[in-house]
């Protein structure tokens, strides 16, 4: 069955994106098992469990390779993604990255020490790499920022991470739970900032309160439940 098509369509070629030409995969994938530490995981990951969660190196990649154009410098999408050490390097920063992979066996000191560079997940686009990509993408867009759509959002990495570069976001997810936690860390969070103080404060007021009421009938419960606390 053949499509109808429009003048529209037929006088607007489509554009080539940074997707359909040469991406540094290798170091984004050394990356993702990077983050893959169970001690070293992105706080996002602990507020409920997620069937496929995306790594933040990978949805980076994504989202910027979705969007910039064809021939985009590996080299410079690895720097906006907060991959690769602030100082100048003689080599491309896939081949740093590989290479510190490959000796990462040998590290006396921490990941980051070793790689001279934080997780990516730790790390935000600065106000001029941001100020940057936005100039290239209007560029690109005839003067407008794409926006970034996660039909089925999930664990909400996707939409979280497009907007950590300034851009247009969408998400939508048919989970209840998902949902919830989908507002709270795209719509709640960006606007509150860090509320760790009245969770603790509020938290330990629960606390106190079951027990006071259950200890009598439960105090060794109490008593791991307080430890835990």
Do not use: C
Not at 34 to 43: D, L, R, S
Not at 157 to 175: F, H, W
């Amino acid at each position: 069955m053949s499509e109808k098509s429009t003048p529209e369509m037929d006088s607007e070629p489509l554009k080539s994106l940074a997707v359909e030409g040469k991406l540094p995969l290798k170091a984004v994938g050394i990356e993702n098992l990077k983050e893959a530490n169970p001690k070293h995981m992105p706080p996002h990951r602990y507020l409920h469990p997620w069937y496929a969660r995306r790594p933040t190196p990978a949805s980076r990649l994504a989202i910027l390779a979705s969007i910039l154009p064809e021939g985009t410098d590996p080299d410079q999408l690895l720097r906006w993604m907060q991959i690769g050490p602030k100082e100048q390097i003689s080599s491309s920063l896939s081949e740093y990255v590989e290479r510190k992979k490959a000796t990462e066996s040998e590290r006396s000191g921490s990941l980051g020490d070793h790689y001279g560079y934080p997780r990516p997940f730790t790390s935000s686009p600065s106000e001029k790499q941001r100020a940057e990509l936005h100039q290239q993408l209007r560029e690109f867009w005839d003067g407008e920022l794409p926006t970034i759509l996660d039909p089925t959002a999930g664990g909400g990495v996707i939409p979280y991470e497009a907007l950590r570069y300034g851009l247009p976001t969408k998400a939508n997810e048919l989970n209840p739970v998902a949902s919830l936690i989908l507002t709270v860390m795209l719509e709640y969070a960006p606007e509150a900032g860090t509320i760790e103080k009245d969770v603790k404060k509020w938290g330990s007021k629960i606390n106190d309160r079951a027990k006071s009421q259950l200890e009598e009938y439960h105090s060794s419960l109490v008593k791991t439940h307080t430890s835990v606390a």
